[in-house]
């Protein structure tokens, strides 16, 4: 599912997982190296037309980890220790861009520098973990496709 169509089922919880994507520039994607095990790297995400899409370098080891197999998993960088809006982390199949016009649209509203891959992420989980107002307790909003959002606290 795109980022569209989440934010269309889910508009609360998708305003403020964006809010904590866009709050800073650099997050964790999560993928998997060839053996299954997982891998960490620095990423930068863009909010690009109906997509949450992540671009990298040419031949990087991230992007030859996704186009191997795309499971991912991509995590906010949570900024201070405050938790001020929260935590937000997501699971995602990466699907690589390759249509020149989807391409040339990214590169007129980012300017990656040349070469890059460009990967749009089709959501399967989105978690966002924040305090409750009361400060005694932990909120967690999660959302997968077609199940909506529910909502737990924990102690």
Avoid at 3 to 10: N, V
Avoid at 95 to 119: K, N, R, S, T
Wanted: hydrophobic fraction near 45%.
């Amino acid at each position: 599912m795109d980022w569209s169509e989440f934010a269309e089922e889910a508009p609360a919880l998708a305003r403020s997982v964006s809010a904590r994507f866009l709050a800073t520039k650099h997050h964790v994607l999560a993928t998997l190296r060839a053996d299954g095990s997982p891998r960490v790297h620095g990423a930068e995400v863009q909010f690009h037309l109906d997509d949450l899409v992540v671009g990298m370098m040419h031949g990087s080891v991230k992007a030859r980890d996704l186009q191997r197999d795309g499971r991912c998993a991509l995590h906010a960088n949570p900024g201070d220790s405050t938790m001020t809006g929260g935590d937000a982390k997501l699971s995602a199949i990466a699907i690589e861009v390759v249509d020149a016009d989807a391409l040339a649209a990214y590169v007129e509203a980012v300017h990656p520098p040349p070469p890059f891959h460009m990967f749009r992420l089709d959501l399967t989980e989105v978690v966002l973990t924040s305090l409750h107002p009361d400060g005694d307790r932990l909120v967690i909003s999660s959302w997968r496709p077609g199940r909506g959002v529910s909502v737990v606290e924990r102690q």
